[in-house]
C-alpha cells in the first residue's frame, strides 16, 4: 500500500482519523496525504470579505496543515503531504485518488453513542465511493490488527472483486479473517459453514490466509454483527456496500452506512470493481 488520503476538517473525529490513519501508514511504510476542504466560517462568509482576506484565511489554514504534516512526518517517521482546496469536498476526494492512485481513504466519524448524527460526509463518501474508505470511529485507538471479521451478503459481492486492501491488511498483519454471513431468515443455523457456494469464489481469494466462516440467523443484522465483534476480539470490521439505485435508496437503508455510525472498531468498506459496479 503506497498511498493514503486522510481527510480532516480538524474536528476531534478528524483528529483522532489522522493519528489513526499516521500509525497505520507507519507500520505498512505509506506516504500519507493529509486532506482538507477549504470552507468559510457563516460569520466570514457573512461579512463579506475583501479578497486580499480571503486569501489570508487560506494561507494560514495551509500553514496549519504544513504543521500538522510536519509534526506527523517527525512523531511516526513516515513521508506526509497535504492538500487544502475550496473544491467540493467528494469531488475533490474523488479526483485526489485518482491523482495520486491512493489506495486507501481515512475519515473519522461522530460517535452515534453520544447522541443524534446527522448524514455526515463520511456517511455521503461510503455510499458514492469507488475505492475504500477506512471509517474511524471518535474513540477508536489503533492497535496491531490480528482479527479482521468479514460481515458479507453474496449479493453484494461481484465475483471480479479480490479485496486487494483486505488481503494487504491480511498478509502484512499475518491476521485471521472471519467471514460472517448474517442471514434474515429463521431458518436452524449451523453457526459454521464451509464458504462453498458463495457468489465471489472464497476460496480462491483467501487461500493464502487463515480464515474461517460463520452462519448467523437473525433478523437483526447489525446487532448479531456488533455481538459478534464483541465475542470475536475483531480489531476490523469490513464491508462491500450494496449500490441502491434511486428508487431502491428511497427505501432501504444501507446496513454498511448504519453499521459505520454504530461500530466501535474502525471498518473498511471496498466497493466493487468500478466497470462492474451496480448503477
Known sequence: MKTIIVAT????EA??????????AGHLHSKLVL???FELSVHASNALLPGSS???LIAENNNTLKNIALDLSG???IAVDYISRTSDLMEEIDFQVKRLNADLVVMG???VHSGFVPFSSTASAIHHAKYPILTVPADARFRKISKILFAFNPDCIEEANKLPVLMDFAAHFKAEIQLCHVEKSMQPATNEASGKGLSFNAEAVLSDTEHSYKEINDENVLRSIE???KSWGADLLVMVPHKYGFWESIWHKSKTIQMAKRTRIPLLTLPNPESSNHP
Request: hydrophobic share 35%; charged share 25%; net charge positive.
Open 15 to 24: 483528529n483522532n482519523a489522522v493519528t489513526y490513519a499516521a500509525e497505520l
Open 109 to 111: 466519524i461522530k460517535d
Open 35 to 37: 486532506f482538507n476542504s
Open 227 to 229: 455481538k459478534l465483534i
Open 54 to 56: 480571503i486569501g489570508r
Open 75 to 77: 512523531k511516526y517517521r
Open 9 to 12: 476538517n480538524y474536528s476531534n
